[in-house]
């Protein structure tokens, strides 16, 4: 019996510091993604996901953990704890199952861990991390994560605004586009038309995976998940707790037909769900088939073994590198 017959390739692509409503599928008319409103037009759009942290390890944590990065200690950014890697990472549950697990390249888990516990989680988990791997055995299932760089706050701080180019001749992005919560000041602008660039370049990324995916004759069974790691880098939005500006992502879930009967028959009840971060581990166990631990405080939105109740999502801040924040 063939792997894919049964279970689901599963891939995160994941991208940074975006906030839902700099997305044109959420609103946004100064920057265009053809490509990921295409997808979306036949996929699950969240209206209400939402990023358990406002900054990036701490939120990573609790992705790939399926707890609150609080519950063991990791929600301080940039002070990693020791944890044991069968506790705290669900991509050893799938490993165990028999998939293909692959992190390319970015972890930023917050969590200290040998290369022989790396190989716990993950089959390959290096800059060449990828489904396409050569161990990677015929029809394996896999799980795999990429990370797009290309929409992180240090696009911003790596060139002051006296050495930037003029954004008018940026392609996809309006020349005089600027946030509708700020000061308009050339500096603003040029911060938020710098972003969208790279909101831009994430549609170009996006594509990419989706033409490998059907190039190789893998799109009809593969789940997709696209979204950031938490909101955009202007203020009110990473590092701060605001729902539109640093905690609300963009997620759009794509489902092939062959796998409809892992969604939930009201979808439009489901897209409105109070989803976060915590419910991504044990959503991608539901999918593969595999129970959530007791343990994970997430609750699975999709698969065999949906189980999403809650009303509310919870999100933290907590220290930030050198500053007290609690």
């Not at 975006?18 to 969240?46: H, M, R």
């Not at 930023?108 to 290096?126: C, F, R």
């Amino acid at each position: 019996m063939g792997f894919t017959a049964q279970r689901p390739n599963i891939l995160w692509l994941t991208f940074e510091d975006t906030s839902a409503y700099e997305l044109s599928l959420y609103g946004n008319k100064d920057a265009k993604q053809p490509n990921i409103d295409a997808l979306a037009a036949s996929s699950l759009v969240f209206q209400q996901a939402a990023s358990n942290a406002p900054y990036c390890s701490p939120a990573r944590s609790t992705l790939i953990s399926g707890n609150y990065a609080t519950s063991y200690g990791a929600d301080h950014h940039r002070a990693a704890v020791d944890a044991s890697p069968s506790r705290l990472y669900f991509p050893s549950l799938l490993k165990d199952a028999g998939y293909f697990t692959s992190n390319n390249k970015k972890r930023d888990y917050n969590v200290k861990l040998s290369k022989t516990e790396l190989a716990q989680i993950w089959s390959e988990y290096d800059k060449k991390a990828t489904y396409n791997s050569p161990k990677r055995k015929s029809e394996q299932p896999f799980f795999s994560v990429f990370n797009g760089h290309m929409t992180h706050m240090s696009r911003l701080t790596s060139y002051t605004t006296a050495q930037r180019r003029e954004f008018s001749q940026s392609a996809g992005v309006s020349s005089d586009a600027k946030p509708d919560y700020l000061p308009d000041l050339p500096e603003i602008n040029s911060d938020h038309q710098f972003h969208l660039e790279g909101v831009v370049d994430v549609d170009s990324w996006v594509k990419f995976f989706i033409d490998d995916l059907k190039a190789k004759g893998l799109y009809e069974n593969t789940i997709i998940f696209v979204y950031s790691d938490h909101g955009g880098s202007s203020p009110m939005g990473k590092g701060f707790l605001s729902f539109r500006h640093s905690l609300q992502v963009p997620l759009v879930i794509h489902v092939p037909t062959k796998f409809k009967h892992l969604v939930p028959t009201n979808v439009e009840a489901l897209q409105n769900k109070q989803v976060s971060f915590v419910d991504f581990g044990p959503t991608v166990l539901s999918l593969a088939g595999i129970p959530t631990p007791k343990e994970m405080r997430g609750q699975a939105f999709l698969g065999e073994l949906e189980n999403h109740t809650r009303q509310y999502n919870h999100s933290f801040r907590t220290n930030q590198e050198d500053h007290f924040d609690p």
